[in-house]
T-cell receptor, first 118, second 114 residues
Framework: AQTVTQSQPEMSVQEAETVTLSCTYDTSESNYYLFWYKQPPSRQMILVIRQEAYKQQNATENRFSVNFQKAAKSFSLKISDSQLGDTAMYFCAFNFGAGGTSYGKLTFGQGTILTVHP | EAGVAQSPRYKIIEKRQSVAFWCNPISGHATLYWYQQILGQGPKLLIQFQNNGVVDDSQLPKDRFSAERLKGVDSTLKIQPAKLEDSAVYLC????????????FGPGTRLTVT
């Protein structure tokens, strides 16, 4: 079975500091895509960053970066210089079956509530 | 570029009543998804359309839920009759069909069943 686990239900950080959100997964697939989505209190889900499993280089988008450890099946999100607008629920999500019958289906973790304090 | 549109944003109904949600995907996106997100949990896929055909509806409770995507654009999700456990946010997402499976989400409809 393909599973996604976010073991931190809640995290908090002071404004301008750095925080890391954890995510682990289990799959027997070799080619897949990984995402972090942000869901602010308004509930619009927004894509933060994506990573392709066959790429060794970790993805970076401005203040957001990932630490992808394929052998350990770990995919963490680092937010640098945290801002008040980063307060949201964060979900890691995976497309485990790129191509074939699982094409496009995302499997989500349980989410981590991040609060940025002024 | 306009995003995924959904309506209504909020709906309160009594159990055993029926309800319908509407979704308009991003223009040109062939793939459309409906998710159910129960409070405090990640979204769970209910149904996936490719154009106007169903790709995956294995998690859709077909005794009470139905969905259609006529003409391969707009989609409607219906619940009849509703149960208390259907209280959730119903998210619609669309995808341009990239190999990554990247999806773009609408604002959701918050359903409360009393």
């Amino acid at each position: 079975a393909q599973t996604v686990t976010q073991s931190q239900p809640e995290m908090s950080v002071q404004e301008a500091e750095t925080v890391t959100l954890s995510c682990t997964y289990d799959t027997s697939e070799s080619n897949y895509y990984l995402f972090w989505y942000k869901q602010p209190p308004s509930r619009q889900m927004i894509l933060v960053i994506r990573q392709e499993a066959y790429k060794q280089q970790n993805a970076t988008e401005n203040r957001f970066s990932v630490n992808f450890q394929k052998a350990a099946k770990s995919f963490s999100l680092k937010i640098s210089d945290s801002q008040l607008g980063d307060t949201a629920m964060y979900f890691c999500a995976f497309n485990f079956g790129a191509g074939g019958t699982s094409y496009g289906k995302l499997t989500f973790g349980q989410g981590t509530i991040l609060t940025v304090h002024p | 570029e306009a995003g995924v549109a959904q309506s209504p944003r909020y709906k309160i109904i009594e159990k055993r009543q029926s309800v319908a949600f509407w979704c308009n995907p991003i223009s040109g996106h062939a793939t459309l998804y409906w998710y159910q997100q129960i409070l405090g949990q990640g979204p769970k896929l209910l149904i996936q359309f490719q154009n106007n055909g169903v790709v995956d509806d294995s998690q859709l409770p077909k005794d009470r839920f139905s969905a259609e995507r006529l003409k391969g654009v707009d989609s409607t999700l219906k619940i009849q009759p509703a149960k208390l456990e259907d209280s959730a946010v119903y998210l619609c997402a669309s995808s341009p069909g990239l190999a990554s499976g990247e999806q773009y989400f609408g604002p959701g409809t918050r359903l409360t069943v009393t």
